[in-house]
Every structure is written in structure tokens, then in C-alpha cells.
């Protein structure tokens, strides 16, 4: 009988942006105590690709395959982050949308893909966008909340990305527990050449 777990692939935050939106959480838990379930401060993240129920057997495989895809990748720029509430109508997530010009990190993804969906993971085909989840709602939330959560600014224009992490999602009543299978260090074939 195979053993599955439930993995997804993440950027790791700045510690200096993990503060601040853990600070914006806190904040909107005094605004709205119920009706929104936030994510935990040590589980912000950028997700690059959810891949959900992943055969153990498959696990050494996937992550040469990432060694290699993070070697090639330098560190990303993120810039312009905002908090977004989507979708408009009936809205499920408060996020913080981030935008880079990196294009080298779109072909990573999409290398990514290909590689899992020859090992015959279905993948969801949403476009690729980069956000950090704050909350996932629950129930309706108050209009003069959506107003303030929407106009409130992340103070830092931009921040940088230097780790990925391939991840295990544990599920429990209280929220899901994440543990690192492997950290990959972005940027590193250029330091490499610097070296020789």
C-alpha cells in the first residue's frame, strides 16, 4: 500500500515582512474576532504550487529535480505588496498580493509542472500569482471592514526572496501543522561563479 502525504512547494518570506503581516493579522482580529480564520504566523508564505496527496516513493525524485531548478534561480524581487479580498462578489481569502518582473520564476513554475504531471499529479491550471494568505473567510464580513482592510498599506514597497521550501501540510482540527521536507537556497550558481 503506498504512503501519500500532502506537499506544496513555497518562497519563504523576509522575516521583516512576516512582522509586519503578522502585526496587519492581529489588527484585523480586533476588527472582526470571528468569521475569518487566519493563518498562523509561522505559516506565512508565498505558495508557488500546491500538489496535495504526493506518493512517499516520489519524494527523493521531486526534490532533485527542485535541486536543480533552485540552483539555476536567482534571489527574487517582490514589489508593491497590497492586501486584496477575493473574489469581489462572494469573497473566500484575504491576501497580500506581491508582483515581480522576474520572468526566469514563471518558467520555473511551469518546469515544475511538467515534472509533476509526468509523474501524474493533477495540478490546479489557476494562472500563477503570487500572494501570501492572511485568513480564509468563513462567514459574510462587514462592509466598513472590507473598506479599512482594502486601504490599509503594507509599509514596504519591495522585498527579496533567497529560500524555497518543499513542504509536508499536516491537517488538524486546529489549523494545518507544515514540516520542511527540504529548504532550497535561491541564487546560488551565481555565487558559485563569483567563487571560482
Do not use: C
Request: cysteine-free; proline content about 6%; aromatic content about 10%.
Amino acid at each position: 500500500m503506498q504512503t501519500l502525504i500532502r506537499t506544496f512547494l513555497a518562497l519563504e518570506i523576509p522575516a521583516f515582512i512576516r512582522r509586519e503581516l503578522s502585526q496587519t493579522i492581529r489588527e484585523f482580529q480586533a476588527e472582526v474576532p470571528r468569521g475569518i480564520k487566519w493563518v498562523k504566523d509561522e505559516n506565512l508564505h508565498i505558495t508557488l504550487q500546491f500538489v496535495g496527496d504526493t506518493k512517499e516513493e516520489d519524494i527523493p525524485e521531486i526534490i532533485d529535480f527542485l535541486d536543480n531548478i533552485f540552483l539555476e534561480l536567482p534571489e527574487l524581487e517582490f514589489f508593491k505588496p497590497e492586501i486584496q479580498i477575493i473574489p469581489g462578489r462572494n469573497p473566500r481569502l484575504i491576501w497580500v498580493n506581491a508582483k515581480t518582473e522576474n520572468k526566469e520564476i514563471f518558467k520555473a513554475v511551469t518546469r515544475i509542472k511538467n515534472k509533476l504531471q509526468h509523474l501524474d499529479y493533477e495540478l490546479d491550471k489557476k494562472p500563477l500569482k503570487f500572494h501570501v494568505t492572511l485568513g480564509r473567510i468563513k462567514k459574510r464580513l462587514p462592509d466598513f471592514f472590507i473598506a479599512k482592510a482594502l486601504s490599509k498599506k503594507i509599509n514596504y514597497e519591495k522585498f527579496k526572496v533567497s529560500e524555497a521550501t518543499f513542504y509536508r501540510s499536516i491537517l488538524q482540527p486546529e489549523g494545518p501543522i507544515y514540516e520542511k521536507i527540504k529548504v532550497f537556497r535561491l541564487g546560488q550558481k551565481d555565487k558559485k561563479i563569483e567563487n571560482l
